[in-house]
């Protein structure tokens, strides 16, 4: 596997366990449909949590949760709508970004929750 698959999939495991921590209830990881992913869906209180986690070595570029932009946004608006849809889910739906720094043995782990809403365009 290559080594920035390698970070991801830590990253995500981590995410997991954070929110395993803070009461969430993982429904599904890595949830594909097509080419549409979803890398973390919980419930949280009358939530449903769609989580995109984004894992980097440095933030010398920027700040992890920076990467998710309105492209992977729509995609993941998409996505979501396809498993509430399959899954006939009547809870409320929010949008979470989870990001993770790793460097060296030290983690940085940052939980946006709402961190962005479905648009009509």
Same mark, same amino acid.
């Given at each position: 596997?290559?080594?920035?698959?390698?970070?991801?999939?830590?990253?995500?495991?981590?995410?997991?366990?954070? !929110? +395993?921590?803070?009461?969430?209830?993982?429904?599904?990881? #890595?949830?594909?449909?097509?080419?549409?992913?979803? =890398? *973390? $869906?919980?419930?949280?209180?009358?939530?449903?949590?769609?989580?995109?986690?984004?894992?980097?070595?440095?933030?010398?570029?920027?700040?992890?949760?920076?990467?998710?932009?309105?492209?992977?946004?729509?995609? !993941? +608006?998409?996505?979501?709508?396809?498993?509430?849809?399959? #899954?006939?889910?009547?809870?409320?739906?929010?949008? =979470? *970004? $989870?990001?993770?720094?790793?460097?060296?043995?030290?983690?940085?782990?940052?939980?946006?929750?709402?961190?962005?809403?479905?648009?009509?365009?």
């Amino acid at each position: 596997m290559a080594e920035h698959n390698e970070l991801g999939t830590k990253g995500e495991e981590l995410a997991k366990n954070f !929110l +395993i921590n803070k009461g969430y209830k993982i429904l599904e990881t #890595n949830w594909r449909l097509g080419s549409y992913e979803i =890398d *973390i $869906i919980a419930s949280f209180k009358s939530f449903i949590i769609i989580a995109e986690v984004k894992t980097r070595s440095s933030n010398s570029f920027g700040e992890p949760e920076e990467f998710v932009n309105k492209q992977k946004q729509k995609k !993941l +608006i998409k996505a979501a709508s396809a498993y509430v849809c399959r #899954n006939k889910i009547e809870n409320e739906v929010r949008f =979470d *970004i $989870i990001s993770v720094l790793i460097y060296g043995n030290n983690v940085k782990i940052n939980h946006l929750e709402d961190a962005f809403y479905p648009t009509l365009n």
